[in-house]
């Protein structure tokens, strides 16, 4: 009973804030293809998630796809934000950006040239420097799975032209 206490405790709590999982991605179509450059991290992660998310099949042929997403680029940035009183690197900032493009079958566009983009900032210190490179990849990492998770939903608000295929 002590146990089971607290984690009944827990679970009232979540309920009266109203906190849901996220669920299930509602896209508005049944066939994806994603174009992108072979071993493109960025786009197995987003396959992953359309795959493991929602009822949407990621296909291999453009051509019966219902839409094709196009990845243009995807870019990572480290800039100096600040130095310290003797000219060293204290503070730098990471970017992240891709640009995406979608279409439908008809190679008509549903989504125009579009970015997103993130940035985080990186203290740094030479004493520290094995541990601020592993920081560094998790940031970069937690960028990139911010950045699939906006497309994402910017995917769900997209609406596909009803008219029908032309052969």
Known sequence: MKK????LICTMLLAACGFQPRGTANLP???LYVQATAGSQFANQFRRMVTSGSS??????????????????EKREKIILSLSG?????EYLLRYQMSYRMIDRNAV???PVTEISLKRDLSYSDTEALGKEAEEALLYRDMQNDAVQQL????????????????
Request: glycine share 4%; charged share 20%.
């Open 4 to 7: 089971t206490l607290p984690v």
């Open 29 to 31: 179509f049944d066939t």
């Open 56 to 73: 949407t099949r990621i296909i291999d042929n453009a051509k019966t796809a219902e839409a094709t997403l196009v990845l243009i680029s």
């Open 86 to 90: 003797g000219g060293r690197v204290s």
């Open 109 to 111: 566009e549903i989504i």
């Open 152 to 167: 994402l939903r910017r995917i769900q608000l997209t609406k596909l032209n009803s008219s029908p295929a032309t052969p």
